[in-house]
């Protein structure tokens, strides 16, 4: 397999073209006027989608590989398009718009965290990918002694636990999400001046408190998983922490 199909996506490139660059072009190229910079609110929220959606399809065609979280986040980028477009139909009040944004927000991380459910008995569980997978651990010594020990049905039992505890970050992070968008649109009023722009800086907000909001629930509870990964393991197998995890 050559470098360049195995090679891992940046992280930090990531973030920046999804999250950062984004809420950068919302929030300071959404005023009307005639610096080359001020693109006004249809065409900085044009660049703001276009940004990730871009970027997803190039990483597609370079690796001609589906990533699930890009996936995902490409999807969440096509529903605000649609919002944006229903929100701006016309200059008439829509004061559910929050509830439709905050669903909007809320579904990404319960689709991301459902897929670790849904994948728990596929032969390559989005669990095993992202937390318990044998960059960090020794598998196979584990799996062995597990075997030997005939605790399959136990070692089963704290990984599922484990997953269930991940699954349980993602509803939090909807939970938040919804509350976001609910507090930052909930007061937006189409009959004011230049609430076009009020909009696209206010997606912007939402767009990097979201991911703050997937992101920090996320970092912590998988934390804790690692805790209770080891500590599970070490009364399982009787393996202490060294024997458990791979050499750093």
Known sequence: ????????????????????????????LSKEGEALYQLGPKWAMIVALALPLGYGIWHWLKHRKLNIFSTVGMGAILLTGLITIYLWSNDSAKPHVAW????????????????F????????????TFIYNDAIFDIKRIEKSVAENNLI???E???WKCTLYFFGSFCLSAVLNLGLAHY????LAPDLPNWKEEYNGIVGSITLWGF???????MVVAGYILYMMINGLEKLTGLDKESLLLPR
């Open 212 to 218: 703050a909001a997937i992101g920090i629930p996320m």
């Open 117 to 128: 459910l849904i994948t728990r008995r596929s032969t390559s569980p989005l669990f095993r």
């Open 157 to 159: 039992g704290l990984i």
């Open 1 to 28: 397999m050559s470098k360049t199909a195995t090679k891992e996506e940046n992280p930090l490139i990531n973030i920046m073209i999804n999250v950062l660059l984004p809420t950068i072009v919302l929030s300071k």
């Open 184 to 187: 930052f649109l909930n007061d």
């Open 153 to 155: 049905s136990q070692y």
């Open 100 to 115: 439709i944004f905050g669903i909007k927000e809320a579904i990404q991380p319960l689709i991301l965290g459902s897929l």
